[in-house]
Every structure is written in C-alpha cells, then in structure tokens.
C-alpha cells in the first residue's frame, strides 16, 4: 500500500528556515516524479517545486532562490528545505508523487499526502 507521510512543518518567523520531510512507502519512490504543493487559505493548490526521476527540478518564481527541493532514493524520502521564509509562504504543503508503473500496459499512478503546515509570523 502506498503512503506519503509529511513531516516538518510549523510555526516560524519571518526569515527562519524549515525543512520538510515526505516518506514514500509502497515501492514507488524511484519511479516518481515528485512535487511539493502548497495551498493557503481561500487560494487554489499551487506547485511549489518539482524533482524527476533524474534529479531535474523546477520552482515557482516566488521562491526560486530560497527553497531547494532533493531526493533521497536510499531513504524514499523527498525533502523540501525552506529559507527566508515570508509570511506569503504560509500554507499547508503537499507532497505528490506521479509517474508510471513497468509494463507494456500504461498505468499510471498519481498519489497525495495528507499535508503538513507551514505558518511564518511577520
């Protein structure tokens, strides 16, 4: 059974730094791109930052330059280090994993963890 369990969130003030965890279990890891979303109260799921297979990544302009998104494939466990942290950064933050399973048959696999929080006081 696949599970994202997110880790690291909480209170911080402007400035500070966080570091956010996600464990994949379910044998999926290295098969997954992998995402961190962010949804702040009333506004609409963003993509924060994004790693492939092969450790290419992508950032929201907002926080280019100060968020670094890193994989672990030993540990299945994706990391989201967070600095200067601003309180426009506050959401709570969702880990996705998504790709394809080995076969001739296309399927495809698309999971979400349960969210961790992340709140930055000015």
């Known amino acids: 059974q696949v599970q994202l369990v997110e880790s690291g969130g909480g209170l911080v003030q402007a400035g500070g730094s966080l570091r956010l965890s996600c464990a994949v279990s379910?044998?999926?890891?290295?098969?997954?791109?992998m995402s961190w979303y962010r949804q702040a109260p009333g506004k609409q799921r963003e993509l924060v930052a994004a790693?492939?297979?092969?450790?290419?990544?992508n950032y929201l302009d907002s926080v280019n330059g100060r968020f670094t998104i890193t994989r672990d494939n030993a540990k299945n466990t994706l990391y989201l280090q967070m600095n200067t942290l601003q309180p426009e950064d506050t959401a709570v933050y969702y880990c996705?994993?998504?790709?394809?399973?080995?076969?001739?048959?296309?399927?495809?696999?698309?999971?979400w963890g349960q969210g961790t929080q992340v709140t930055v006081s000015s």
């Open positions: 996705n994993a998504y790709g394809r399973l080995p076969g001739l048959t296309i399927r495809t696999f698309d999971y």
């Open positions: 379910g044998n999926i890891f290295r098969l997954s791109a």
């Open positions: 790693i492939t297979t092969d450790g290419s990544t």
